[in-house]
Nanobody
Framework: QVQFVESGGGLVQPGGSLRLSCAAS????????VGWYRQAAGKQRELVAS???????NYADSVKDRFTISRDNAKNTVYLQMNSLKPDDTAVYYC????????WGQGTLVTVSS
């Protein structure tokens, strides 16, 4: 079963950028769609971006034109490029297979603050 390790989070000022990485296990990775989820304090976990096995992408309205999801199947890795970050983007970010599997990584914390 696929497993995920997220990295790349940190503290960034409003308007700044970060690139998150999701390393997935298994040779079957390239056959799955993958999504980035986030959970802010006191809020439910939400899907913010997804990419199909063929590279088609979808985004939540809140991140459209600011975030870009991509994948490198040769490296078993999915990326989330985040630009023009806002304080409301502060959350723990996770990757998973939609609809999300019961197995989750530890996530990576993104904090947007001046």
């Amino acid at each position: 079963q696929v497993q995920f390790v997220e990295s790349g989070g940190g503290l960034v000022q409003p308007g700044g950028s970060l690139r998150l990485s999701c390393a997935a296990s298994g040779s079957i990775f390239r056959f799955y769609a993958v999504g980035w989820y986030r959970q802010a304090a006191g809020k439910q976990r939400e899907l913010v971006a997804s990419i199909t096995s063929g590279g088609r992408t979808n985004y939540a309205d809140s991140v459209k034109d600011r975030f870009t999801i991509s994948r490198d199947n040769a490296k078993n890795t999915v990326y989330l490029q985040m630009n023009s970050l806002k304080p409301d983007d502060t959350a723990v970010y996770y990757c998973n297979v939609p609809p999300p599997l019961e197995v989750w990584g530890q996530g990576t914390l993104v904090t947007v603050s001046s």
